[in-house]
């Protein structure tokens, strides 16, 4: 079996990039900083580029030092490490304190293995038999949320603090361990799969926005490479003739890793 990856990352114009990729021996991963709301500090005294590099540096960590663990212990290890890195400065115990979304793939020599919480996306190509899509989107059905307008369609602080992280709502990876055990989590016959790709939701927008079909994002980053994705969304951003209609950011940070498996 042979791995090989490619990958790009951005930040949205303007700003800090709160994505997150790392590969490593068989694995892959994307994070998307789910951060604060406006006049709220989640307790936090960090930014968000902060919370989501040690979460990744300590997912990384276990998954090249623990292959064998499932991903939803792994994924629960590194939400402790990273709690324990705040130490006494933060309260952690607030419903809005930072973290993130996130995709974990990892590739074994008879299957593939996935973890996905929030609304980062794994898409596996299985040639012939289409693609299974894994994306979690319980964020965009919470019952009767109240959406606040203003210079970025979002939803009200007090109701996230409500639902986020319980059973019920939706579940980011950060500050409370039993997100993981919340997450979206499955395996194919490894022989099914030709490519897999990871994304944050800058990249799954051109599918979830603008009509694109998985197999036409395939086949650009065929042609084209990783970064044809991200100029595919600028420039599809850009030409949005009615950006406020979508809930969420005009732009966003956009991070994308493809792992490609053949035979030996």
């Not at 420039?235 to 966003?252: C, I, L, M, V, Y």
Request: net charge negative.
């Amino acid at each position: 079996m042979h791995i090989t990856y490619t990958a790009a990352t951005t930040a949205a114009p303007n700003s800090a990039n709160e994505d997150h990729l790392a590969v490593g021996d068989g694995w892959a991963l994307v994070l998307d900083g789910a951060g604060r709301y406006p006049g709220e500090t989640g307790g936090c005294i960090h930014p968000i580029t902060w919370v989501v590099a040690r979460l990744g540096i300590h997912l990384s960590s276990c998954l090249s030092q623990q292959p064998e663990q499932p991903l939803t212990t792994i994924a629960r290890s590194a939400v402790e490490a990273t709690m324990a890195d705040h130490d006494a400065t933060c309260d952690l115990s607030d419903p809005l304190s930072p973290g993130a979304t996130g995709a974990i793939v990892r590739v074994r020599k008879d299957r593939i293995d996935w973890l996905v919480v929030g609304d980062c996306a794994v898409v596996i190509d299985r040639g012939q038999d289409g693609y299974t899509t894994v994306i979690d989107d319980r964020v965009d059905h919470l019952p009767d949320a109240p959406i606040v307008e203003g210079r970025v369609r979002t939803y009200s602080p007090a109701y996230v603090a409500t639902v986020r992280n319980r059973p019920g709502g939706f579940w980011v990876l950060g500050a409370v361990p039993a997100a993981a055990e919340h997450a979206l989590v499955g395996t194919l016959p490894r022989p099914a799969a030709t490519q897999v790709l990871l994304c944050s939701d800058g990249i799954s927008r051109l599918t979830e926005r603008y009509g694109w079909g998985w197999q036409d994002v395939m086949a650009l980053h065929q042609s084209a490479g990783p970064e044809s994705l991200i100029r595919a969304v600028r420039e599809s951003e850009h030409n949005d003739p009615d950006p406020q209609r979508w809930r969420g950011k005009r732009h966003d940070d956009a991070t994308v890793v493809v792992i490609q498996v053949t035979d030996a």
